[in-house]
């Protein structure tokens, strides 16, 4: 069976690696005493897969982990074992039990939805009127240039700040950061994903609407 978990990240967990955030997953699983499957080989590990990685510095409310078990357990007893085991700066929202046939959220997910709070913030809803926006980096030793404006979807004003949905996941990725270098913005921001989304027909879905 695959239990999809959402969870989020506070401020005060924000800047624990992708890496430590497996710990903290390994050890609050065996805490909540969940029956988990393991890969095989030497070194046996539980069969997590989270959704998307979070950058270093990044809150977020909608983070997603599918969780392969043993056997079926509810996904209210799921999420009471686990809430009780995860630390406290990892909120945790819902549990959903899926079919083992469905397709991972790593490979499913198509989109991210951020919101940025800085003092620049007119400079990101000028996106919307700009032809392109081009970033430039360093790849192999050569400098590359790319435009991300067809990788994003929206662009808006809300009460926390400036919300903007682009590409993410394996097939195309733009990261907060990548955004900001684009502007030429060096100021201080504070960034926050909202949530992760799977593009279906048109709409968007999150993780846990897989079937």
Do not use: W
């Not at 970033?135 to 990788?151: C, F, M, N, Q, S």
């Not at 994903?193 to 999150?206: L, M, S, V, W």
């Amino acid at each position: 069976m695959i239990t999809c978990v959402k969870f989020g990240k506070d401020s005060s967990a924000a800047f624990v690696s992708h890496l430590d955030l497996i710990r903290v997953f390994e050890r609050a699983m065996r805490r909540a005493s969940l029956p988990l499957s393991f890969t095989q080989g030497f070194s046996p590990r539980p069969k997590m897969v989270f959704a998307h990685a979070l950058g270093v510095g990044i809150t977020s409310s909608g983070e997603y982990l599918d969780v392969t078990l043993e056997k079926e357990l509810p996904s209210e007893v799921i999420f009471q074992r686990l809430k009780e085991a995860l630390p406290e700066h990892f909120p945790l929202y819902d549990v959903v039990n899926l079919p083992d046939s469905v397709t991972p959220a790593m490979a499913a997910i198509t989109h991210a939805s951020y919101v940025f709070q800085n003092q620049e913030e007119e400079r990101l809803l000028e996106i919307n009127f700009l032809d392109s926006l081009i970033y430039t980096r360093t790849k192999k030793g050569k400098v590359v240039a790319e435009d991300l404006k067809p990788h994003i979807s929206l662009i808006e004003k809300t009460a926390s700040g400036v919300r903007i949905i682009a590409r993410a996941g394996s097939q195309k990725n733009v990261r907060p950061s990548a955004i900001l270098s684009a502007l030429e913005i060096s100021a201080q921001t504070r960034i926050h994903r909202e949530d992760i989304y799977i593009e279906k027909e048109g709409c968007f879905i999150t993780p846990l609407m897989r079937s």
